[in-house]
């Protein structure tokens, strides 16, 4: 071997350095033994069995509601969708955090703590429920003042694993995807498939827990039922603190919030309202040349271009590039309103779909039925078997057509799912209006 062999098999490569990120102990990292799908599959996994214990409590609260702890099925529905409607919400807070104080790798890990504790509670609570339950109703072991206890305390521990999950869910597909390097064609490439698996893994870990749980809760205790999610949680931790040597850390800058930069920039069109058009075009003009349609659409948001004294002092005004950003959130808003009405739909699989659920005859064989939670796991089922079909098929095929990387947009994926909702809902209606026909018709 010649000298120059030798050298070149002592000395690294030097482009397999990963520019932008660190390891856990703040070094730089190198492809060859971080990030990718090494990183990836530890954060898919953990995923899976978050999942896992997130629609072991949700799929089946609805039963739990209306029958240990007695509510409504108007009631209970209600304050499902409530609970709902903040485990949707808090994400926007735990990604706060996360941008702004603790980073994605310690808000995972916080929020996971949080996401246990609020388990651990559910379980007590459904453990004072059965002892409650198995007791005699006229004791005076059981009093109101006991059963408000119980109520308070599975709400308190509901609404804890809802912040819980608020800081897990936004930042751990987003910490996975920072384990793929932009600037490489391969891993860019590997990034948008790792997005299909990682909904993939939701589906399959929603799809096993809908088979097993409900059953466990219906059939043998609700503390078990509980008591599991508990548990996986805790291997969820564990598995993903075990890839930690592996993990890519975005180096960040010391930019502001995108929460305090948008906000900044409402706060001072408010308050700019009044200001003279003109000096705003002066401005503009002043900037160069500055794309047309951009400075046409939203052109209130330009007044935050100015300070309120007139001057565009830095840190007083707002820059061009930080208002662009507050007219992308804005254009965001239709997509937001009209995710609106497949949530309205959606909710209805926990909820309603699952009280119809039932009252079917859900037999298969003597001494066995299928838990009325666990219809809800033919949507996990057909989108576990759509993923590797398109991503494997539809995808490559789309992209030799379209010569797009993701075959086909975002906007395109999103359409025909909500036509498709549309026409289930629509096909659910007309079941139901039949169902109330014959039940009318026979006088049950």
Do not use: H
């Not at 070094?27 to 214990?53: K, Q």
């Not at 072991?141 to 897990?168: D, E, K, M, P």
């Not at 909710?347 to 299928?370: C, E, L, N, P, Y």
């Not at 359409?415 to 009318?440: D, N």
């Amino acid at each position: 071997m010649t000298n120059s062999n030798l050298s070149a098999a002592r000395t690294p490569l030097l482009d397999d350095t990963v520019d932008a990120f660190l390891d856990y102990k703040s070094r730089r990292v190198r492809r060859s033994n971080s990030g990718g799908w090494r990183s990836s599959s530890f954060i898919i996994a953990v995923e899976i069995a978050e999942r896992f214990a997130y629609y072991g409590i949700s799929s089946n609260l609805i039963i739990y509601l209306t029958g240990p702890l007695g509510e409504s099925t108007a009631s209970a529905a209600a304050q499902l969708n409530a609970w709902s409607g903040a485990v949707s919400l808090l994400p926007l807070f735990g990604a706060f955090i996360a941008d702004s104080f603790l980073g994605r790798y310690y808000t995972i890990i916080l929020s996971s703590l949080i996401y246990i504790l609020g388990l651990g509670l559910l379980t007590l609570s459904a453990t004072l429920t059965s002892v409650g339950n198995s007791g005699d109703q006229n004791s005076d072991n059981v009093t109101l003042s006991s059963l408000r206890f119980q109520v308070i305390l599975f709400f308190f521990s509901l609404y804890l694993v809802a912040f819980g999950q608020g800081g897990f869910k936004p930042c751990v597909q987003a910490f996975g995807a920072d384990q793929f390097d932009r600037q490489d064609p391969e891993e860019c490439k590997a990034q948008r498939s790792f997005f299909n698996w990682w909904y993939f893994g939701i589906c399959a870990g929603a799809f096993v827990t809908l088979w097993i749980l409900p059953y466990i809760q219906d059939n043998l205790s609700w503390v078990l039922g509980f008591g599991i999610p508990t548990i996986v949680m805790v291997v969820v931790l564990v598995v993903f603190m075990l890839g930690t040597a592996t993990y890519r850390f975005c180096i960040k800058g010391k930019e502001e919030s995108p929460f305090v930069r948008i906000g900044r920039v409402f706060i001072l069109a408010v308050r700019n309202w009044k200001m003279e058009s003109s000096a705003i075009a002066a401005y503009e003009e002043s900037q160069g040349p500055i794309p047309t349609e951009s400075l046409e659409q939203f052109k209130f948001l330009n007044k935050a271009l100015l300070a309120p004294d007139g001057s565009n002092e830095r840190g007083k005004a707002c820059s061009i590039s930080e208002v662009e950003e507050a007219k992308t959130v804005i254009r965001l808003v239709p997509i937001w309103a009209a995710s609106l009405f497949y949530a309205v739909a959606y909710a209805q699989t926990s909820t309603f779909f699952t009280k119809q659920g039932a009252t079917m005859d859900r037999s298969v064989t003597t001494g066995f039925q299928i838990p009325a939670a666990s219809l809800q796991s033919f949507i996990s089922l057909a989108i576990t078997l759509f993923i590797p079909i398109y991503d494997r098929i539809f995808v490559p095929l789309a992209r030799s057509l379209t010569g797009k990387p993701g075959g086909i947009t975002m906007l395109q994926r999103i359409g025909p799912g909500m036509l498709i909702a549309i026409t289930s809902m629509l096909t659910a209606a007309l079941v139901e209006m039949r169902r109330l026909k014959m039940l009318k018709n026979t006088g049950c």
